[in-house]
């Protein structure tokens, strides 16, 4: 199956320095990955849509100046959040869309990456 | 996308089929049922997914209603590894990739 991985898979930062995370399809090229956010005992929210070689699209309420994303190849897209703060400690997870054949149009999603903001 | 309605949580025990209901009853000619799940502190799991026809695979089965207001997912041996939320969404594959999470079920496979 098709495989999606983070780094990292938790960190843990001091108030209002920045995080990146990566998120790489391993097996295949995605032109489209996502970027969910879940807090505790809440269910995915989806905060961007990341397109390879353009700009990523936000969900409302996102703010893309805080949440920067860069899909800058078919196997790699970047999500950091700037000067983070302890409210954007959460669970952050990445999924990559699939194409073609029986699949359709089915999304891998990565491990996550669990945020601490100090 | 159609709303989806689940059962909030359902036990179930080990080594027997376990059977998740979703109601989609808006649901359009155009839009596909998909089940994911997420076992705790873990990333969603893609499971199964299906238009009109049941479906299976070596996880799980799907069976959609002729009317295709309702599915099932069918875990046919459950274990204690299938102790997740499980979420049933329907979506428009067309044109719009964004999967939207509900609540979910939280099914716990007891030994």
């Known amino acids: 199956g098709a495989v999606v991985s983070q780094h990292p898979s938790w960190v843990i930062c001091k108030s209002g320095t920045s995080v990146k995370i990566e998120c790489r399809s391993l097996?295949?090229?995605?032109?489209?990955m996502f970027w969910y956010r879940q807090f505790p005992k809440q269910s995915l929210m989806l905060m961007a849509t990341s397109n390879e070689g353009s700009k990523a699209t936000y969900e409302q309420g996102v703010e893309k100046d805080k949440f920067l994303i860069n899909h800058a190849s078919l196997t790699l897209s970047t999500l950091t959040v700037t000067s983070a703060h302890p409210e954007d400690s959460s669970f952050y997870i990445c999924?990559?869309?699939?194409?073609?054949?029986?699949?359709?149009?089915?999304?891998?999603f990565g491990p996550g990456t669990r945020l601490t903001v100090l | 996308d159609a709303k989806t309605t689940q059962p909030t949580s359902m036990d179930c025990a080990e080594g027997r089929a376990a059977n998740l209901p979703c109601n989609h009853s808006?649901?359009?000619?155009?839009?596909?049922v998909y089940w994911y799940r997420q076992i705790h502190s873990q990333g969603p799991q893609y499971i199964i997914h299906?238009?009109?026809n049941n479906e299976t695979n070596e996880m799980a089965s799907l069976i959609i209603t002729e009317d295709r207001k309702s599915s099932t997912l069918i875990l046919p041996h459950a274990t204690l590894r299938d102790t997740a939320v499980y979420y049933c969404?329907?979506?428009?594959?067309?044109?719009?990739?964004?999967?939207?999470f509900g609540a979910g079920t939280t099914v716990t496979v007891r030994a």
């Open positions: 999924s990559a869309r699939v194409r073609g054949g029986r699949s359709l149009d089915t999304q891998y």
């Open positions: 097996d295949f090229q995605a032109t489209t």
């Open positions: 299906g238009l009109k």
């Open positions: 969404i329907v979506r428009f594959t067309l044109n719009d990739y964004k999967l939207s």
């Open positions: 808006t649901i359009s000619g155009n839009e596909y």
